[in-house]
């Protein structure tokens, strides 16, 4: 059974930092693609960062760059999404999504149409 369970999620001050986690079950993430995705009250779902066959893809929306960095550690079958200097306009549940025929991250990303297993989601709230 395919599961991805994302944690590291909680409430922290503008300026703060979280390290999410999403830990993948039922498949290796060599070769595999993973993004991270959020969704806040009112707005549409955003792709925020990609990861394929265990290298970055550089994609980060102006919204996160230079602030947000996906990392893998297959050992762990985990994927983390550093997130740094946050802003209160990062608010929202936060989840990570699996493309097992590896798809380039420039094909999933930004709406994630194409990933095909999700987790249920992690919320973050940044305070003034």
């Known amino acids: 059974e395919v599961q991805l369970v994302e944690s590291g999620g909680g409430l922290v001050q503008a300026g703060g930092s979280l390290r999410l986690s999403c830990a993948v079950s039922?498949?290796?993430?060599?070769?595999?693609?993973i993004g991270w995705f959020r969704r806040a009250p009112g707005k549409e779902r955003e792709g925020v960062s990609c990861?394929?066959?265990?290298?970055?893809?550089?994609y980060y929306p102006d919204s996160v760059k230079g602030r947000f960095t996906i990392s893998i550690d297959n050992a762990k079958n985990t994927v983390y999404l550093q997130m740094n200097s946050l802003k209160v306009e990062d608010t929202a549940v936060y989840f990570c999504?699996?493309?097992?025929?590896?798809?380039?991250?420039?094909?999933?990303?930004?709406?994630?149409?194409?990933?095909?297993?999700w987790g249920e989601g992690t919320q973050v709230t940044v305070s003034p």
């Open positions: 990861i394929n066959d265990n290298v970055d893809s550089g």
């Open positions: 999504a699996a493309d097992q025929m590896g798809l380039p991250c420039n094909v999933v990303m930004p709406n994630g149409y194409e990933l095909d297993s």
């Open positions: 039922g498949f290796t993430l060599d070769d595999k693609t």
